[in-house]
């Protein structure tokens, strides 16, 4: 049975308001502990944002704004000293947009909390001879095996992503 090498990790999923990282920003962060806690925040934006964010994203981003500095403290104080290995599905565009948010361009600064290597799922799954592409949505095989109802968890919001990507990680490791 293979087991991943450490168990200080937590679940990250963010939305932004574009792909392009030079004049994109974080608009909401979901973070999952595997214990289950959660953080989910939504963060001030007046920037532009791309007809995909205005068609997918938007519509999702009901909950009161907090200011980028307050978004810094309170993923701090919910992330703890511990430096946990950040899991995303696709790695890119979330660790780029944390690494915004927090001002750095070195994730070994202690300004960042998660530790220095992001880990990647959908590196996983194609290491473990598994086509990443769509492997969240219903009708991924993944999802069947694993007896994972996706239909509970919006597309495209933040900690529904992190909730999914949690309960996916969770099941795939203790049927390995």
Known sequence: MTRPFSE?????????????????????????KPDGAELYLELTHEGEVSDWVKENVQ???????????????????????????????VTQFDSVYLYKLFETDNPREDAFPFHKWP???ATILFAYGRDPAHILDAKSPLMKELGIDVSQYRDHHALDDAKLLRETWMKFFSVR
Do not use: C, W
């Open 8 to 32: 200080n990790i937590i679940f990250v999923d963010t939305e932004f308001s574009t792909l392009d990282p030079y004049k994109g920003e974080i608009l909401s962060v979901g973070l999952v």
């Open 59 to 89: 519509h999702m981003l009901t909950q009161p704004k907090v200011s980028r500095a307050e978004a810094r403290k309170r993923i701090q104080e919910f992330v703890g000293s511990g430096k946990p290995y950040m899991i995303t599905f």
């Open 119 to 121: 880990i990647d799922f």
